[in-house]
């Protein structure tokens, strides 16, 4: 979900890009992104953007009303990072089972899979399902798959 606030809702400036939950902790997130500190113009001046994932331990939270999400979430911004007004922003999205979750030997298997294409140096495997989940993850195999297919120069 994604939440915004005014930046004078905050007690000081946010440090660092976000954080992770440890997966015993109570709160109803697992990782919160300070979105707006981590790529710039995600946020007015003068405001701040931040995204929480819930995990699969907020099974029962995840199946509430928006509300109820906005509130709990909104409750635990307020207890980690400060926040001392309500949200201006609220969007929650529903994403199930969204997230790929590798399995013991899933490098190996992807080696395979890139080494079966061998002879076909025009495909490139990218995206979540092969190294990495994160935005930065796919960007990165986005950006080394486009430089592959620039230098094959049209040698397929």
Do not use: N
Request: include cysteine.
């Amino acid at each position: 979900m994604t939440l915004g606030y005014r930046a004078a809702a905050l007690p000081g400036p946010l440090v660092g890009h976000g954080f992770l939950v440890a997966g015993d902790d109570p709160l109803s997130f697992g990782a919160c992104t300070f979105t707006s500190s981590k790529w710039a113009g995600r946020a007015p001046e003068g405001a701040f953007l931040l995204r929480a994932f819930l995990p699969e331990r907020s099974a029962a939270l995840l199946e509430a009303t928006d509300d109820a999400v906005v509130a709990a979430v909104h409750a635990d911004v307020a207890r980690t990072v400060g926040v001392r007004e309500a949200p201006i922003v609220r969007h929650v999205a529903r994403w199930h089972e969204a997230m790929p979750r590798y399995t013991v030997g899933h490098l190996d298997r992807v080696a395979a899979a890139e080494a079966g294409l061998a002879t076909r140096p025009e495909i490139v495997l990218v995206g979540a399902a092969f190294h990495g989940v994160g935005v930065p993850d796919c960007v990165g195999q986005g950006r080394a798959a486009a430089e592959r297919v620039i230098t094959l120069g049209g040698r397929t």
